[in-house]
C-alpha cells in the first residue's frame, strides 16, 4: 500500500464507527454469507444449479448434459443437497433432482450483471 492511500491524521469518529457497526450483520450472519460464496465458487455446480432452474433432472441425465461423470454430479450434489440447495424425489428406480428455492439463481443472475 502506497502512502498516498494511509490517513496522514490518526483521528478516530467514534460516533460513526458504533453507528456503523451496529448496522452490520453478526459473526455468524457473515460466516453463513461465506459458506454460501464458497459453495458457488465451483464451475461445475453453478453448471448443475443453471441445469436444474429449468427443469428437474436426474443423475444419469445432468451427467449427459454437463458431460461429467455420474460420480462427480452426485458428489456435487450432495454438497448441495446439504446445503439445502437442491432437493430430491424418487419415482420408482430414479432419483430426480431440483432447486430447492429460486432464491439461489438470483443470486447468479445478479452475479451475471455485475460481470457486464
Do not use: P, W
Not at 3 to 10: A, D, L, R
Not at 28 to 35: H, Q, R, S, W
Not at 58 to 76: F, G, N, R
Not at 93 to 110: A, D, M, P
Amino acid at each position: 500500500m502506497t502512502e498516498e492511500n494511509i490517513c496522514e491524521i490518526k483521528s478516530i469518529r467514534e460516533d460513526l464507527l458504533e453507528t456503523v457497526n451496529k448496522k452490520m450483520k453478526t459473526e455468524e450472519t457473515y460466516n453463513e454469507i461465506a459458506k454460501l460464496f464458497k459453495l458457488l465458487g465451483d464451475y461445475n455446480r453453478l453448471r448443475i444449479i443453471s441445469a436444474l432452474e429449468h427443469e428437474e433432472l436426474c443423475v444419469c441425465e445432468l451427467s449427459l448434459l454437463l458431460d461429467m461423470s455420474q460420480s462427480s454430479i452426485s458428489h456435487q450434489l450432495r454438497l448441495l443437497r446439504s446445503n439445502d440447495m437442491v432437493k430430491f424425489r424418487k419415482k420408482n428406480k430414479r432419483v430426480f433432482y431440483s432447486l430447492n428455492n429460486n432464491q439461489i439463481t438470483k443470486l447468479i443472475t445478479e452475479a451475471e450483471e455485475y460481470e457486464k
